[in-house]
């Protein structure tokens, strides 16, 4: 169900019926014990269906403000796990469980030294990470450009931009090098470390060399900050989402991470934040807060309540 007017939806209408009995053939020949979904518009055929065929449904929320979807298949959901005690609120009395976000644990095992060695960093200065996921965040590529020279005096960063706009990010780069020749030019070409998109295990790694995360603000990036207990920067996408993202950079702000609404990103206001984050006292304090947000046994939890439906 498009936010916005396009003839593709008329189309889309057509797919609608063709996609529940597609759903309903594979479920009905495979028919499982259980049905657990993860929400968004694929998963509502194959849910409805399970209802259909008397199968007990799971979903799982990750943002703290759920999708349409996930409003809708709560409804007829048996449990809904949720990852914010603030989407509760969203569902029926007694259905919601909090159990968090799962997190792929090969993110959490990156070692330093080797992250140090595979970025080129130096030690002994302080690691800024800016994760822009695959797509890239354009509005922080732009006020991480429009800050460098100033971040590269004192801090090293390693850049993921997305694979869309590393062209532009380069032509930027280019640019400011250009122009800082005998001044900061230098200073940028040690101290800028620019990657169009992080597989598993170089994420890993970069997670293991930052000691202050910059990252927009989805379910999966916050629950990984959060059991890493880095200090982190939010950058929540807002305007073309139902604001889950500044919901969930809100409700993460309630354990000592930071966030900046769009509007308000300055070079100067970045860097002050980073400072600060980086202050030791208040740098071990955020971090153990983060720690208490995060439920490492999510996985684990979720399992636990589907094998109970099936008596495992």
């Known amino acids: 169900m498009r936010r916005y007017l396009s003839p593709l939806t008329i189309i889309d209408i057509l797919k609608m019926p063709v996609g529940f009995f597609q759903s309903l053939w594979h479920i009905f020949w495979f028919m499982p014990d259980v049905v657990f979904a ?4 694929a998963s509502i055929p194959g849910a409805l269906v399970s209802k259909l065929l008397f199968i ?16 809708i298949l709560g409804k007829m959901a048996k449990t809904v796990f949720i990852s914010f005690n603030s989407s509760e609120k969203y569902f029926k009395a007694g ?18 030294l080797a992250a140090i060695e595979k970025f080129g960093l130096d030690p002994n200065r302080k690691t800024i990470l800016v994760a822009g996921g695959s797509q890239g965040a354009q509005k922080i590529n732009r006020i991480i450009l429009d800050s460098l020279v100033l971040l590269v ?12 706009q590393l ?3 380069k032509t930027e780069l280019e640019k400011i090098i ?49 059991m890493l207990g880095k200090p982190v920067i939010l950058i929540p996408l807002f305007h073309g989402s139902r604001g889950e993202q500044l919901s969930n950079a809100e409700e993460l702000a309630k354990f000592g991470g930071v966030y900046i609404e769009e509007e308000n990103l300055t070079p100067h206001i970045i860097i002050n934040q980073i400072q600060s984050l980086l202050e030791l ?27 109970s439906e099936l008596k495992i």
């Open 153 to 164: 005096k004192d801090f090293q960063i390693i850049h993921q931009c997305g694979e869309s």
């Open 167 to 169: 062209q532009s990010v």
């Open 95 to 112: 259905k919601a469980v909090l159990t968090g976000n799962p997190v792929r644990k090969e993110l959490l095992t990156g070692d330093r």
């Open 281 to 307: 006292d208040k740098y071990n304090s955020v971090s153990a807060k983060l720690k208490t947000f995060a439920m490492p046994d999510a996985a684990q939890k979720i399992s636990e309540v589907i094998f």
């Open 38 to 41: 993860k929400g968004g518009y």
């Open 56 to 71: 007990p449904l799971f979903i799982h929320e990750s943002d703290s403000i759920p999708g349409l979807a996930n409003r």
């Open 178 to 226: 250009k122009e800082g020749q005998g001044e900061y030019a230098d200073a940028v070409k040690a101290n800028y470390k620019l990657y169009p998109f992080f597989d598993a295990n170089d994420m890993a790694l970069a997670y293991a060399a930052a000691d202050v995360i910059i990252s927009r603000a989805g379910a999966n990036n916050i629950s990984e900050i959060a």
